[in-house]
Structure formats: structure tokens, C-alpha cells
């Protein structure tokens, strides 16, 4: 049986990483881009919504390898 690339925990540190991640691009965000709303104005932080993106992802795709 081979070692899942992730623990249950690293997963869920890496999906939280990449939300608290985006909330920071929000706040940031949120005073140049005043026509959208908060939440959505996370998206214009360019490279930084990317890696948050991937935190997301590799959370999630550590918690599928675990328990498939």
C-alpha cells in the first residue's frame, strides 16, 4: 500500500491556507476595484488568486487520494 501524498490534516491546513489566502486578496483588492463586491474583488489580484486556486486544489485533491 502506498503512503497517500498528504495527511488529513495537511489537507485541510492547505484548503484553509488557500481561503484565508484569498480573503487577504480581497481586502486588498477591495479599495481598487470598488464597483464589484468584496468577495469577488479577490479574483483581480492576478497571480495571487492563481495560488490560492492551487492551495484549494491540492487540499482537495490530497483528500481525494486519501480516501479513494
Same mark, same amino acid.
Given at each position: ?5 498528504? %495527511?488529513?490534516?495537511?489537507s485541510c491546513a492547505? !484548503?484553509?491556507?488557500?481561503? !484565508? ?5 480581497? /481586502?486588498?483588492?477591495?479599495? %481598487? ?9 479577490g479574483m483581480y489580484? *492576478? ?10 486544489? %491540492? *487540499?482537495?485533491?490530497? /483528500?481525494?487520494?486519501l480516501f479513494e
Amino acid at each position: 500500500m502506498q503512503k497517500p501524498p498528504f %495527511t488529513f490534516w495537511q489537507s485541510c491546513a492547505m !484548503i484553509i491556507l488557500g481561503v !484565508i489566502l484569498y480573503l487577504v486578496d480581497c /481586502l486588498f483588492q477591495c479599495r %481598487t476595484h470598488p464597483d464589484v463586491s468584496w468577495i469577488q474583488s479577490g479574483m483581480y489580484s *492576478g497571480w495571487g488568486f492563481l495560488f490560492d486556486v492551487a492551495c484549494v486544489l %491540492t *487540499g482537495i485533491y490530497g /483528500l481525494a487520494k486519501l480516501f479513494e
